[in-house]
Nanobody, 122 residues
């Protein structure tokens, strides 16, 4: 099992920055990497960014590319999401998730944190 705890959310004005953290504990060696997702009220959860623990693979959704940066500290079992140039459309609850490999060879987000609120005012 893997336990995930997000932190760093808060209220910020448009154009500002926030840095989110996700601390992983438990059977962390079973995970390939981590991902960040977000969900706004009344909307579906969407993918934001992902990274493997070695930091050699990253991916971003188009709406945050160039503004957000995901990074991983393997020694600390912690993943970060640096968010710059924030807009009100970035307002959501942000979740981190652990990606594991299935027996069929595919990767799935198996474990999830409770989320941290990010609110961007205009």
């Amino acid at each position: 099992q893997v336990q995930l705890v997000e932190s760093g959310g808060g209220l910020v004005q448009a154009g500002g920055s926030l840095r989110l953290s996700c601390a992983a504990s438990g059977r962390t060696f079973s995970s390939y990497g981590m991902g960040w997702f977000r969900q706004a009220p009344g909307k579906e959860r969407e993918f934001v960014a992902s990274i493997n623990w070695s930091g050699t693979r990253t991916a971003y959704t188009a709406s945050v590319k160039g503004r957000f940066t995901i990074s991983a500290d393997n020694a600390k079992n912690t993943v970060y999401l640096q968010m710059n140039s924030l807009t009100p459309e970035d307002t959501a609850v942000y979740y981190c998730a652990a990606k594991t490999r299935t027996v069929a060879g595919f990767y799935e987000y198996t474990y999830w944190g409770q989320g941290t609120q990010v609110t961007v005012s205009s």
